[in-house]
Every structure is written in structure tokens, then in C-alpha cells.
């Protein structure tokens, strides 16, 4: 799958801490993440799914973890999450992340959902409904959630 056309869209789930939305592949998206305050970028695709644009390494402190998608023939596990989370905290300890995946819809929703449900209380349904809100494209599937719940029961 190419780059996402069209606009850019950072959403903050969390001001100042935590930002949202598809893979950043061109200048213009590096440009807007350091004019929101960016510090670390935290990927969950794989490098063949959206190669990171020139300058990504050198301009945040960057962190991959591939978290499988809808299309990848299996869905994440607990474990999966977990080290998605490991991640965003050590960037999160240096500044403002922004989490992406290819178009935001899944992964990256579902990871930032943990971290709500971690770092903030919520409850799954609280964190989910509030991602809505503030991120309409959320759209995490009950599989996806299904890793979410067997991280939080363990």
C-alpha cells in the first residue's frame, strides 16, 4: 500500500503527551509534527507497509513496533501491545509522541487506547468512546480489541 494521499492530520488524544494519525512520508509531515512539539515518533507498521521519510531518525527519537493489521493474516497479541506500550513510554519520558500506523484506523487507535487504559484508568469502553471523539477514524476491530482485553487480564 502506498502513502496516504491528502492532508496531514495530527490529532492530540492527549495535549502536549499524545498524538495520532497516519504515517507521516513526506517533508511537509515532518515539518507539522515539529511545529506541534513532536519529540519521539513511535511506528506500529512494518517498513515495507509506509518507509519513514528522509530525516525522521535525524529530526525525533524514533521507535518501530509492528503490530499486524486486519490484512496480515493474524492479530496482535497481548505481548504484541505490551511492547507497543514499552516503546511509548520510553519515547513519551523525552517529550510529546505522535503514534501512527498506515491510516490510523487501527493500530495505532488500539495502542493509544492502552495507554489510556494504563496511564489514565479508563475503561475500555470510556477509552474507546473518547478516542471517537477526538479521533473519528478509530476504528479497532473486536480481534484487535480481543488483545487489549488479555493484556489488561493478565
Given at each position: 500500500m502506498g502513502p496516504i494521499t491528502g492532508r496531514f492530520r495530527l490529532t492530540w488524544v492527549l495535549r502536549e503527551e499524545l498524538a495520532i494519525g497516519p504515517g507521516p512520508w513526506a517533508d511537509r509531515h515532518l515539518l507539522r509534527l515539529q511545529q506541534e512539539g513532536i519529540r519521539g515518533v513511535l511506528s506500529l507498521c512494518a517498513w515495507?507497509?509506509?518507509?519513514?521519510?528522509?530525516?525522521?531518525?535525524?529530526?525525533?527519537?524514533?521507535?518501530?513496533?509492528v503490530l499486524p493489521d486486519h490484512r496480515a493474516g493474524r492479530w496482535p497479541r497481548p505481548e504484541d501491545l505490551e511492547q507497543?506500550?514499552?516503546?511509548?513510554?520510553?519515547?513519551a519520558a523525552l517529550g510529546?509522541?505522535?503514534?501512527?500506523?498506515?491510516?490510523?484506523?487501527?493500530?495505532?487507535?488500539?495502542?493509544?487506547?492502552?495507554?489510556?487504559m494504563r496511564h489514565r484508568g479508563l475503561s475500555l469502553q470510556q477509552g474507546l468512546d473518547y478516542l471517537l471523539q477526538v479521533h473519528p477514524g478509530t476504528s479497532p476491530l473486536p480481534q484487535q480489541l480481543q488483545a487489549l482485553t488479555g493484556l489488561f487480564e493478565a
Open positions: 515495507e507497509e509506509l518507509p519513514p521519510p528522509a530525516g525522521l531518525r535525524e529530526q525525533f527519537h524514533t521507535r518501530r513496533v507497543a506500550l514499552a516503546a511509548l513510554a520510553d519515547l510529546p509522541v505522535f503514534v501512527h500506523c498506515v491510516a490510523a484506523r487501527e493500530r495505532s487507535p488500539l495502542v493509544c487506547l492502552a495507554w489510556l
